[in-house]
């Protein structure tokens, strides 16, 4: 039970419950099934139906959709501890794709795991809608960012809210992560071009903000970064458990 009550997973949704023995113990029948995936290969994929839910245990991946003229618009990217193509069984057909980007391990969760859990632990089930709502939060927070922030601000504020949740899950600090994504990923997720992203990079690093090189972002002033951003992270709902 050791490594469940440490899993990403858990750590995450321990920010809304506070897990009983039992209760881990559903959890940890829900990564029953790991399996290990390669980069560059979608492990679900936009518009196919009756496909597993994965949990990601570890690695990073990105959920985007392609237009018809080519283009990918990235909408969120995935870490540890969150679920992948959850929509797609709860809804029959998903409305995306999930991509790797790095080779990562994650529990696969067919719909009958899924709704068998529910039905054995129904606060798991609130757990996890709570982590589709902070989800949806996201999403309308990205929005938000593409529609009404300007470049600096965007990045900033992505660049805190990528650094709240892997602090959540025990990957990162006030002082900032380790991160595997590349300049054209800032750029189909912030809807800047790739040459835009590195301008803005230089010119955060420049004002003494934040540094974004060599897979690694480090925080120089956290606070006037949060400033610039306007960043509120109580969307993101990491206070403590609300179910005791």
Known sequence: MSSIETSPLTRKLRAFVAFSGPELA????LHRRKRAFVPGRDLVQQGQSEQAAYILAEGWVCSYKVQPDGTRQIVDFQ?????????????HTSDHSVEPIVSIQAAE??????????SDTPRLAMAIL???SRDEAMVVEHLVGIGRRDAEQRMAHFLLELGARLTLVGMGSRAGYDCPLT????ADALGLSAVHVNRVLRKL?????????????????HDRLVGLAQFDPAYLEHTGPLLK
């Open 26 to 29: 559903v959890l940890d029948r």
């Open 183 to 186: 300049q054209y990923h800032l």
């Open 205 to 221: 690093r420049e004002d003494g903000l934040v540094t974004f090189r060599d897979g690694r972002v480090t925080f120089l002033d």
């Open 109 to 118: 969760v067919l719909i009958e795991d899924l709704l068998e859990a529910f």
């Open 130 to 132: 709570w982590m589709a």
């Open 79 to 91: 870490i540890p501890g969150d679920f992948l193509g959850l929509r797609s069984i709860l809804l």
